[in-house]
């Protein structure tokens, strides 16, 4: 691994565990046994570092998901998949890494939000295609339903009272995303989702 992608692996993991605001060009240094000098020059700023990490989280996880629609069994199967991948990430990340990004980094928060509309749009695609195998109800207008699950989990990264109520990101969110799949479920589908949640307690 070259010096370039040590730094890059290294402030991905600072970044999720302790956010932009309190990881330092002397903490990366350091996690990577190299002198500030290196670093600066791989990177000339902090800023510049953490768009590095930021573009290449998104392109991973693009990659990734298109590795799980490729390959789920059907709609669901990938839908369950992608739950189960960013339950995992929101456990890893802390809150005040979105926190940070939203307050430090506004321009990078924004093109976050420009991809809000990628995401209704494919999300409505797979909810389309499941009312095609029978696991959606196929009065469900799928435009409005991910432009719904959109708003739910937008709440929830900017939701600052979670805490007054004793819950967690990760908990709001598997109930937020369980309880949306439930109401847009056929009998079949909620069959499916009750095997999952049985095998998820297991």
Do not use: W
């Amino acid at each position: 691994m070259d010096t370039r992608e040590q730094i890059i692996q290294e402030s991905s993991k600072l970044l999720s565990r302790i956010g932009p605001s309190s990881m330092t060009m002397d903490m990366v240094a350091h996690r990577c046994g190299i002198s500030k000098r290196t670093l600066y020059e791989k990177f000339p700023d902090k800023k510049s570092l953490i768009m590095e990490c930021l573009r290449r989280d998104h392109e991973q996880q693009d990659a990734e998901m298109r590795r799980i629609f490729e390959s789920a069994d059907n709609c669901f199967d990938a839908l369950f998949q992608v739950f189960t991948r960013i339950r995992n990430y929101l456990q890893e990340t802390s809150a005040a890494f979105i926190d940070d990004i939203k307050r430090l980094y506004p321009e990078l928060h924004a093109k976050h939000r420009e991809k809000e509309k990628e995401f209704v749009i494919g999300l409505s695609h797979v909810l389309a295609k499941a009312q095609g195998e029978g696991h959606v109800m196929p009065n469900i207008n799928t435009d409005i339903a991910s432009f719904l699950l959109l708003s739910t989990m937008r709440n929830l990264n900017e939701n600052e009272r979670l805490n007054d109520y004793g819950f967690s990101r990760v908990q709001v969110f598997e109930g937020a995303f369980l309880n949306f799949m439930r109401g847009i479920a056929t009998i079949e589908g909620i069959s499916y989702i009750d095997q999952f949640v049985n095998n998820q307690k297991k």
